[in-house]
């Protein structure tokens, strides 16, 4: 299994709205991601979690708030979004071999704010 | 700061035609990546280059690492349209919390025309 898999896979939300992001990975993989990607740009990191804790936060928004309730689970709360932060969210977990990383990355959830 | 400037940003080119990707750097990187994205998914790793001057092949891709390991290129021969996607390099670089990340070049967005 070399799957990440990544619910929903779209969100349409308005400004007022509360909702979550689900990433869950079974390869065993102790490190997971959060990116925001726009359309034809490259992944932007948002978060990192090493061994369930946060190890990067690249100074997002407090209205995302992420959580890692164990190393197989990756969620992303939302809250009180902007239009400007409809994106492609995308959860990645990372293999170490041979001291190369690799991320293993899920399809993603279209998110639009209205 | 480390940057990694990828070229050309786009390209259509006609089945069967050969395609160069470049990534460029001023700064040495100890590996270097390349993810291939297509639409609607997450990105996917082609390949880890680690030692300069090193070629690897996968099928009709060649991937060069450049002598000073800072520039990377991606050769495609006889290009078919399932290789239409974003074409993305990437390299480690750490963070003032001494935590590594990728940074990304902008991508190369390549569409092949049957």
């Known amino acids: 299994d070399t799957e990440v898999t990544q619910t929903p896979k779209h969100l349409v939300m308005g400004m007022t709205n509360k909702k979550s992001l689900k990433c869950e990975q079974h390869m065993g993989h102790r490190a997971m991601y959060w990116y925001k990607q726009k359309a034809k740009k490259p992944p932007e990191l948002m978060f990192v979690?090493?061994?369930?804790?946060?190890?990067i936060n690249e100074s997002v928004p407090s209205r995302f708030s992420p959580e890692c309730p164990n190393s197989s689970l990756l969620n992303l709360h939302l809250h009180a979004l902007q239009p400007e932060d409809s994106a492609l969210y995308l959860c990645?977990?990372?293999?170490?071999?041979?001291?190369?990383?690799?991320?293993?990355f899920g399809s993603g959830t279209q998110l639009s704010v209205l | 700061t480390q940057l990694l400037e990828q070229s050309p940003q786009f390209l259509s080119i006609q089945e069967g035609e050969n395609l160069t990707v470049y990534c460029n750097s001023s700064s040495v990187f100890s590996s270097l990546q390349w993810y291939r994205q297509e639409p609607g998914e997450g990105p996917v790793l082609l390949v880890t280059v680690v030692t300069g001057g090193e070629v690897k092949k996968l099928k009709r891709l060649t991937f060069q690492f450049g002598d000073a390991r800072k520039d990377s290129s991606l050769h495609i021969t006889a290009a078919q349209p399932g290789d239409t996607g974003l074409y993305l390099c990437?390299?480690?670089?750490?963070?003032?919390?001494?935590?590594?990340?990728?940074?990304w070049g902008l991508g190369t967005s390549l569409a092949v025309n049957p």
């Open positions: 979690y090493s061994y369930e804790k946060l190890s």
């Open positions: 990645a977990s990372r293999r170490v071999d041979r001291g190369n990383e690799k991320l293993f």
């Open positions: 990437a390299g480690p670089v750490f963070n003032a919390g001494n935590n590594r990340k990728l940074i």
